[in-house]
């Protein structure tokens, strides 16, 4: 399988929010931001992989700011890393208000993307290479998280089977 560069599939989708997608205060609701993210993540894992892909984590996210009603807001989304099954995919989302020009970082989230084969089963990915120093970062930063995902999810399963021997059902 021959590697690909992020810039291959980066991916920006821009949504113009209205109305419908604010509470009554005008304020934008987390989770229309968050459905735009895991599709922009998507989008990317699907484009790098060229394969159906499912979403299995999204990491912690922090909103920085509020998001009004008539900003548009873009979702910038890189592969950071690509492993076995699995990608990083990390999305930064900014809010523009047409009127001023004025930009602003809204929050930024990392997903972990798994490719899928035709029977559904998490299959091989095109491998990431890094070409430019920021590329590099990315990757050696993801990797990072992938650690303590990982770790977390372990110590997650031990703590479970060690409860289960003791006759918990938890
Ligand atoms: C994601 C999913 C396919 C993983 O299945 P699984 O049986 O745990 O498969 P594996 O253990 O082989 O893991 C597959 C990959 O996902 C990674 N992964 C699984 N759970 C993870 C988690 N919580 N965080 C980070 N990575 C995770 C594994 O490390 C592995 O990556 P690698 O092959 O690159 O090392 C499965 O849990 C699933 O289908 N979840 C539901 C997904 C979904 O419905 N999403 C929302 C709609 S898109």
Redesign the pocket.
């Known amino acids: 399988m021959e590697a690909k560069e992020p810039d291959q599939s980066r991916t920006v989708l821009a949504h113009w929010m209205g109305v419908a997608d604010a509470n009554a205060s005008g304020y934008i609701h987390g989770g229309t931001i968050m459905k735009l993210v895991d599709e922009a993540a998507a989008l990317a894992a699907v484009r790098h992989s060229q394969r159906r892909t499912?979403?299995?984590?999204m990491d912690r996210m922090a909103f920085l700011v509020p998001v009004q009603v008539g900003e548009l807001v873009t979702f910038n989304a890189t592969v950071n890393a690509a492993?076995?099954?699995?990608m990083e995919v990390g999305v930064r989302v900014e809010a523009e208000n047409p009127l001023t020009g004025e930009v602003r970082h809204a929050c930024s989230a990392f997903l972990?993307m798994?490719a899928l084969d035709d029977q559904g089963q998490?299959t091989q990915v095109t491998p990431l290479v890094a070409t430019t120093a920021e590329d590099e970062r990315r990757r050696r930063e993801a990797e990072l998280r992938?650690a303590h995902?990982?770790a977390e999810?372990a110590a997650i399963e031990d703590g479970r089977r060690a409860l289960a021997g003791e006759g918990s059902d938890v």
């Open positions: 499912v979403t299995a984590s492993w076995n099954t699995s972990t798994v998490p992938r995902r990982l999810r």
